[in-house]
């Protein structure tokens, strides 16, 4: 269980009137808690809980509301503002707020006192005049365990170093693109919240001085860790791994093999999968949002270490990644967006292949070798799908830059699928030895969710998407010999209605993949030199930044033939033309055949949509015309998702926070 166990009262008595309020619409709650005195009970929570989440973000009304709300506060009963525990003050477009005064701040910390999650996420009013209103000579510690004051610029460091260190009870602090958190005197207060385990700086331009300082105040306390988009390098990753991550030295390992860190007495089962997967933080802000929480069962494991860590956008080199990898104790991993790092002349390069040090170790061997037993997510870049034709030693922090790219692999038997019966014939396809630098399916067992970053949706061959598809096939095969595997397992219940469930978890026990997620690049294919230098410097030739658009114009943009008297490309011949006559048919013919050869592309994600929709019309096919062919060449079951670069990064988490009644309706 997340929190303590419920009385015998409340475990035996039910009442069906706290059962149906939560799907109360929000206009009927004020009416219904006047009812009577058990229902005012009952309804009031529900008014007082969260009152943001009565109304949508974009209706102008609920900043009116909010407003009554916060200047308000002092008229209402000790006993009705015990009731709220989440109070979310939408970022504001203008002066849609009127709370008429500074030290709006202060009432909402202390005429609030079981205020247990604050979220002012780019709030232009919490700024320097409010904070320093707040009392706190006299003053009982806050009892705040969420805090996002995320992308407030109006804070200045003191005025933040001040309140912090009164917020001891936090358990998830945000303090991204808050550019006054980037200061010592900030980072020095995290000392004092001994109960922290998410923390989020993102976006603060942070180097390396300020994050050795950080590993120092933070230790392993932390078990989310956000350092995106800053300026860290490889020197702060070898200091991170000493002092934040998991120390699995001093660990024993249990008959699996596995590391037993002391979470398995302490968590339970589901309990565990959450602590250990990709939504951790999101069941913690929506655990601390939607109700009073005493005490997590995740709080009492002593110094858990980050095994959640995300370091995008970053001037991190593979060798950083290597060894980011050889710990062996991250499940969630986020270095995706490497595009540029720094060398030794620390100059700027793109990074677009498969990355490889000095000594011959690639990402690929690292995940497969050090990370692969408790791996549940990971972000990277789709290079690693591709696997060179031969290594080539370079310095330690310059990768290895490919052209030309093997040919995809046969990874099954064309003619016939393999038979279920025994499992081991799922790996007896007859096809070559998979490379070592090659990313496949098998080296990563327990991941859950794979995204690859910059992946292009356009190409000037099929050798990606080729690739592509063979991983998937190949996640194919992985997932019937794990089905298969499971319908061995003596522990399953024959004949159950559980029994799927149950075969499903075994299943997941062999091969945990569910989902591929593609985040697609806006840079165009290159098709020649002038092309890949303006794709290289993010120019845009159209208007409409239309991949297809751009394509055209990269393709004819050294072709001037159809004007007079202007210069051609350096390959044009010259003829009678240049002395202002209008071109012939034939040379325009000429001309149109040469922009049709250069536009030539594939378009990666057609191919993979037509792929999946032959591969699940053949599988619904087999399906329906033979009950025991249960498994389909090619078809995999798992889910990929094509997802723009340009997006919000709050997306996800604004849901979290402000989840409209309207909705449930």
Request: contains cysteine; proline residues 5%.
């Amino acid at each position: 269980m997340e929190a303590a166990p419920p009385t015998y009262e409340l475990a035996t008595l039910r009442d069906p009137v706290a059962v149906v309020a939560p799907y109360i619409p929000s206009n009927c709650l004020s009416s219904s808690a006047l009812v009577s005195r058990s229902w005012h009970e009952v309804f009031s929570a529900q008014l007082w809980g969260n009152p943001s989440s009565h109304s949508d973000v974009e209706d102008d009304r609920l900043y009116d509301a909010l407003s009554t709300f916060v200047r308000n506060l002092r008229n209402v009963r000790i006993a009705t503002r015990k009731r709220t525990h989440t109070l979310h003050l939408p970022h504001d477009e203008g002066n849609r707020y009127s709370f008429h005064s500074t030290e709006w701040l202060d009432d909402v910390l202390h005429l609030l006192p079981n205020l247990q999650s604050l979220v002012v996420r780019g709030l232009s009013y919490f700024d320097h005049a409010s904070l320093m209103q707040v009392r706190l000579v006299d003053q009982p510690p806050f009892n705040l365990r969420l805090l996002d004051i995320s992308n407030c610029a109006n804070i200045t460091p003191g005025a933040l170093a001040r309140l912090l260190p009164r917020c001891l009870s936090l358990f998830y602090l945000d303090l991204s693109y808050t550019l006054a958190a980037r200061e010592w005197v900030v980072l020095d207060t995290l000392k004092h919240l001994i109960g922290l385990q998410v923390l989020k700086l993102r976006g603060l331009n942070l180097d390396n001085f300020h994050v050795f300082m950080h590993t120092h105040v933070l230790g392993r306390r932390i078990r989310s860790l956000d350092l995106s988009e800053n300026n860290i390098t490889d020197q702060y990753l070898r200091w991170l791994i000493d002092k934040c991550l998991p120390d699995l030295t001093n660990h024993s390992s249990n008959a699996q093999g596995r590391h037993a860190d002391g979470s398995d007495s302490i968590l339970g089962p589901n309990m565990l999968a959450i602590s250990q997967g990709v939504h951790f933080e999101t069941y913690i802000r929506r655990i601390f949002t939607s109700g009073f929480v005493a005490r997590l069962a995740m709080e009492d494991r002593p110094d858990p270490g980050a095994t959640h860590l995300y370091l995008s956008d970053n001037y991190i080199t593979p060798v950083g990644i290597c060894e980011l990898l050889e710990s062996g104790a991250l499940h969630v991993v986020d270095v995706g967006g490497q595009s540029h790092y720094t060398d030794r002349h620390s100059t700027r390069r793109h990074v677009s292949s498969v990355w490889q040090t000095k000594s011959g170790k690639t990402v690929v061997t690292a995940l497969r070798d050090d990370a692969s037993e408790n791996l549940k997510h990971l972000r990277v870049h789709y290079g690693v799908l591709i696997a060179p034709e031969q290594s080539i030693g370079v310095d330690d922090l310059v990768p290895v830059i490919k052209s030309n790219f093997a040919a995809p692999y046969d990874l099954i038997n064309r003619k016939s699928g393999p038979c279920l019966g025994d499992p081991d014939d799922l790996l007896d396809t007859g096809a070559p030895p998979l490379p070592d630098d090659c990313l496949q399916p098998a080296m990563l067992p327990h991941l859950r969710t794979l995204v690859l970053t910059e992946f292009p949706a356009m190409s000037s061959d099929r050798t990606l998407i080729d690739r592509l598809i063979d991983y998937i096939s190949n996640c194919a095969i992985q997932a019937a010999h794990a089905h298969a595997q499971a319908k061995l397992d003596w522990t399953s219940p024959p004949g159950r209605a559980g029994q799927t469930g149950t075969l499903r978890h075994s299943a997941e026990r062999v091969f945990a993949l569910e989902r591929i997620v593609l985040e697609l690049s806006k840079d165009v294919p290159a098709g020649n030199h002038s092309e890949a230098r303006s794709s290289a410097q993010g120019a845009k030739l159209s208007m409409t930044e239309d991949a297809d658009s751009e394509v055209l114009w990269s393709a004819a943009a050294g072709d001037f033939s159809f004007f007079d008297g202007e210069s051609r490309a350096a390959d044009d011949e010259p003829n009678d033309n240049s002395l202002g006559l209008s071109p012939s048919r034939d040379e325009s013919q000429a001309t149109y055949a040469r922009v049709q050869s250069q536009v030539q592309v594939v378009d990666n994600i057609a191919v993979l949509s037509a792929f999946r929709k032959d591969r699940r019309l053949v599988h619904q096919q087999n399906a329906a015309s033979d009950d025991h062919h249960a498994y389909t060449e090619g078809y995999w079951p798992g889910v990929v998702q094509i997802v723009r670069s340009a997006f919000s990064v709050h997306a996800g988490e604004a849901a979290d926070y402000h989840s409209s009644r309207s909705r449930y309706a």
